[in-house]
């Protein structure tokens, strides 16, 4: 669903701290700390959790791209290559 990292890109793309983030999702600080800290390849959480998460950071203009996702929309993004 979302890595740690695209969940850290996009906070950093709308200039906002963890805690900004937390509000505007309903969710505890320590849990926005606790999936920017996950090693894995996804974060894991709660569903509903994970959902607010993706859907504030929509509300706030970010739009999340997957593995062999076209992005959807306009304007500048960021996009990791693939591995030589």
Known sequence: MI???QLRAARALLGIDQRTLAAL????LPTIQRM???RDEHVRGVVSTLSKI???LDAAG???IGNEQPSQGRGR???LKAAR
């Open 3 to 5: 890595s740690a990292a």
């Open 25 to 28: 999702a309903g969710v505890s």
């Open 36 to 38: 920017e800290a996950s």
């Open 54 to 56: 993706v859907a504030a």
């Open 62 to 64: 970010v739009e999340l």
């Open 77 to 79: 993004g960021v996009r």
